[in-house]
């Protein structure tokens, strides 16, 4: 068996969960409504036994018995109100289960009760206990076991009283006897089929509502993977700026989109400058150290609006969707001087830090990112040639310092 199995197993005899804490989930889940509907059958039963007085008085008249039954009736009665009014408050099917079941008690004394009060009418009296088994088995809200001992409460109790007070004959005892223990099977065994059925469809839902939930969970990492998989994808891992391939797709839309709209647009190839002695110098982590500041500054001296990707090496791109010649000069140098003052560790401290930005400008309406980088790429170069350190820039192929 395996252990889910055993987690929602339900008992043979009783009808209820087999493991002690299931049974109280189960029942606490049930609770509001087994508390309604007990109040509900305990008010409607209390009153057709109340109701029965009438054939009381038929029978009777007003005789000593007949005060006696209905002194009897009205007391009955009214305790299943009075009970009836406090399940409806704080009923409790899970600990309260006595309160529950106390109806039961007091409406089967009350009908054991009526025979020795009318002996003479006991074969309608042997029908209203076998309605009242059955109302105890199906009707009145209750666990298996309370109303099985009620019953067998209210049957060998209704016997006895034949038995006592009716004169009965051996043979009619026993066929009353046999009659009842019928009555009490078909009910304990459709009360027991519908306990497990509920429990069954109980722990149905529970094992539905355990895999939705695992499920949630499920969609919920993947999505976390999926996040973690894009970031890495898109995300430079040194500096944070957007990887090559990532940067690469988003200048091109910034570009289409400044060619839709006729603006102009500006390509920045950023170079450190003798990058290869930081490293020499310095070492590998002061290296990274250093391109994670300048990275820091490009995002902090640009616009929300420009795409800055790490290209590769110590080569950064920027797009500048909207940027015109002279405002890409200016940015270039206000950029380029960020750089420049860059606070350096303070074993750095002998250390120059500059970059030589490569300016392309989009100014032609087929200037596509490729050839802007390559344009880029080749005036970086001059400025590299020239002595570093500086901005220089191409218009459409021309070359200005
Ligand atoms: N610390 C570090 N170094 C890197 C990284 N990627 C590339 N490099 C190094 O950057 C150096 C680039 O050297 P070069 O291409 O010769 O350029 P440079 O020394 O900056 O010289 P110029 O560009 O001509 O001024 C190489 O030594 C690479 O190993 C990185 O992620 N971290």
Redesign the pocket.
Known sequence: MSSRNTKYAVHWLTGQFCEYRMESVYRRLIKTRARFESRLSLILVSLIFGMFAITDYNLLGLTREYYLLITMRIVVVSLCLLLAFTIGRWGNYFRKIWLHALPLWILATGIILIVPLRPESLATQVTAVVVATMAFYLLIPNLLTVVTFASLYLSVGFLTSAVLFADISPVVALRLALLLIMTNAVGFCALLRLESLQRRQFALLQEERAQNHHLLKEIALRKDLEAQLRMLAERDA?TGLDSRSHFMKRAKALLQRSRMEKKPFSLFMI??????????TWG?????W??TKIAEACAQSLRPTDVIGRF???EFMVALPDTGPDDAQIVAERLQKMVAELPLKEEMSGMRLSV?IGIALANTEDADLESLIMRADQILYVG?RDG?NRVVMCREGMEEG
């Open positions: 040194l170079d450190v400058d003798h990058f290869k002695s930081i490293n020499d590998h982590i002061h290296g990274d250093v391109l590769g090496g110590e030589t590299k570093r």
